[in-house]
C-alpha cells in the first residue's frame, strides 16, 4: 500500500517559465491517474521521465484552461506514439464536445479509443473502481462546475501468522488463501479456529483527496475526513480574501481550516497566484491553523508507505 505523487504543475493561470499550471501524476496502490492537465503537461511529463503508456484515466476538475489546455496535445502524442490503449477521461459535461471537435477540425483522429466519462452531479459520486482503487468526485464551489477527486486504496488481503499456522498441523497450504480473505477455519471435528489468531491485520490503506479550484467550503470535510494527503488550492493569502471569495478561490488559512477540520495528515498548498513572489508565506499562514503543511512545487514527489507508519517521503527532482 503506497502513494506517490509528482507534481507537474502548480501555479494558476498563465504560464511562465518557472511556473507551470495545474497538473499531478498519481500512482496509488500501482495505479496510475493524471490528474489535471495544464498547458505543457506532456513537456513536465517527459521532463521528469514519466512514461506516457503509465496513463490510462484522466481526471479533469473543470474548463478552465489552466486545467485542461494541454490535454488536447496530450492526446495528439499518444496517436503519433501509435497508442493502441484506451484512455478513459473523467470532466464535466462538455469535455467530450471540446476535444472532438478539435481533434475533427484538425483531421487528427487517433487510433485508440478514447472513453469520456460526463460528471455533472451536485453530489459526491463513485466514477472509478477496480480491485485496488476506488475515486470518488468531491463536489466544490467555482465560477463553473468543478470537482475535486478522492483516491482510496481498498483494504487489502489479511497477512498469514505463519507461527500460529505452525500450531495448526491441519492447515495446509491450499487453505492460506481463505486464511488471507478473513475466512475462519475449520477442524476436522467440526472446531472453529477464528481468524484473528491465524493472520495480521492488513496494511492501512491509504487515501489522496485532490481540491482544485474552490472557495472555502467546510461541507466537504466529511468526504476528506482522515485522509493520509490532501491537495487543497491556496490562490491568495489573507491580504486578498475579499478577492478569493469573488473569484471563488481559496486562501492559504482556508485551507489549513479544511485539513485541520477534516483531521488529514498532510496538507499540500498550491495554484497560487503571481501576486505572490514569496510562496514560503503560503506555508506559514496555513500553518497557523494547520501543523503539516507542504508547498507544491514542479519536480516535487510526495511519497506514503503504509509498510512505515507515520512516514513522510519528500523529494525534489532538478
Same mark, same amino acid.
Given at each position: 500500500m503506497s502513494i506517490s505523487l509528482t507534481i507537474l504543475g502548480c501555479h494558476s493561470a498563465t504560464p511562465r517559465t518557472f511556473a507551470h499550471p495545474t497538473s499531478q501524476f498519481l500512482e496509488i496502490n500501482n495505479r496510475h491517474f493524471l490528474i $489535471?492537465?495544464?498547458e505543457g503537461t506532456q513537456v513536465q511529463l517527459r521532463k521528469y521521465k514519466i512514461k506516457f503508456s503509465a496513463i490510462g484515466h484522466v481526471f479533469i476538475s473543470h474548463l478552465h484552461g489552466d486545467h485542461f489546455f494541454g490535454l488536447i496535445g496530450l492526446i495528439s502524442t499518444f496517436g503519433l506514439l501509435k497508442r493502441t490503449k484506451d484512455l478513459h477521461i473523467y470532466g464535466p459535461k462538455?469535455?467530450?464536445e471540446i476535444i472532438n471537435l478539435q481533434l475533427k477540425l484538425s483531421k487528427s483522429w487517433v487510433?485508440?479509443? &478514447? @472513453?469520456f466519462?460526463? &460528471?455533472?452531479?451536485?453530489?459526491? +459520486? &463513485?466514477?472509478?473502481?477496480?480491485?485496488?482503487v476506488e475515486v470518488h468526485t468531491i463536489p466544490l464551489n467555482h465560477r463553473i462546475y468543478t470537482n475535486g477527486f478522492l483516491f482510496k486504496?481498498?483494504?487489502?488481503?489479511?497477512?498469514?501468522? @505463519?507461527?500460529?499456522i505452525k500450531e495448526n498441523p491441519e492447515i495446509e497450504i491450499c487453505d492460506y488463501q481463505n486464511l488471507r480473505n478473513g475466512k475462519d477455519f475449520t477442524t476436522e471435528k467440526g472446531g472453529i479456529i477464528k481468524n484473528k489468531t491465524l493472520t495480521f491485520n492488513p496494511h492501512k490503506s491509504l487515501s489522496y483527496g485532490y481540491c482544485s479550484d474552490t472557495t472555502y467550503?467546510? $461541507?466537504?470535510?466529511p468526504i476528506i475526513k482522515n485522509v493520509d494527503l490532501l491537495?487543497? +488550492?491556496?490562490?491568495?493569502?489573507n491580504d486578498?480574501? +475579499?478577492l478569493a471569495k469573488i473569484t471563488k478561490h481559496a486562501t492559504a488559512e482556508e485551507a489549513g481550516n479544511i485539513a485541520n477540520e477534516a483531521n488529514v495528515g498532510q496538507l499540500i498548498l498550491g495554484h497560487y497566484s503571481s501576486r505572490y513572489n514569496d510562496l514560503d508565506l503560503f506555508k506559514q499562514e496555513a500553518e497557523t491553523v494547520f501543523n503539516n503543511v507542504i508547498l507544491a512545487k514542479e519536480g516535487k514527489i510526495i511519497k506514503i508507505d503504509s509498510k512505515v507508519p507515520d512516514e513522510l517521503v519528500i523529494a525534489h527532482q532538478n
Open positions: $489535471d492537465c495544464g462538455g469535455i467530450q487510433s485508440y479509443e &478514447l @472513453i466519462h460526463e &460528471l455533472e452531479s451536485e453530489n459526491s +459520486e &463513485l466514477i472509478f473502481e477496480d480491485a485496488n486504496e481498498k483494504i487489502g488481503e489479511r497477512k498469514l501468522n @505463519i507461527e500460529a467550503k467546510p $461541507d466537504i470535510v491537495y487543497h +488550492e491556496s490562490t491568495f493569502l486578498k480574501k +475579499e
